[in-house]
């Protein structure tokens, strides 16, 4: 049973960064597309970042682009989103998630089959 956890979430104020980590339980990691996912309170999930197996082909929601940056170690399991220039409407539980779906599009939750529990970010304006 794969398992992902995340961690590196916190409280920060407007304008700072936060580094996200998620391990994966996985082996070998490198055949599992990622991505990232948020939920603001009383909001649907939304993609925020996905990375191909390589690491070599990502893709951001508009809302995120330019601030945000998701990479990957496969040699660590691990999946990262680095989020800079943080605003208050970035406040959410952050997911991370894992498939095996193929292609170059990661912003639906349906082709993910695994999820985290998710990591609180809290961007205080």
């Known amino acids: 049973q794969v398992q992902l956890v995340e961690s590196g979430g916190g409280l920060v104020q407007a304008g700072g960064s936060l580094r996200l980590s998620c391990t994966s339980s996985?082996?070998?990691?490198?055949?599992?597309?990622m991505g990232w996912f948020r939920q603001a309170s009383g909001k649907e999930r939304e993609f925020v970042a996905g990375?191909?197996?390589?690491?070599?082909?990502?893709d951001y929601a508009d809302s995120v682009k330019g601030r945000f940056t998701i990479s990957r170690d496969n040699a660590k399991n691990t999946v990262y989103l680095q989020m800079n220039s943080l605003k208050s409407e970035d406040t959410a539980v952050y997911y991370c998630?894992?498939?095996?779906?193929?292609?170059?599009?990661?912003?639906?939750?349906?082709?993910?089959?695994?999820w985290g529990q998710g990591t609180q970010v809290t961007v205080s304006s």
């Open positions: 996985a082996r070998p990691f490198s055949l599992y597309e």
């Open positions: 990375i191909s197996r390589s690491g070599l082909s990502t």
């Open positions: 998630a894992s498939g095996t779906f193929g292609g170059n599009s990661y912003s639906s939750s349906r082709q993910y089959t695994k």
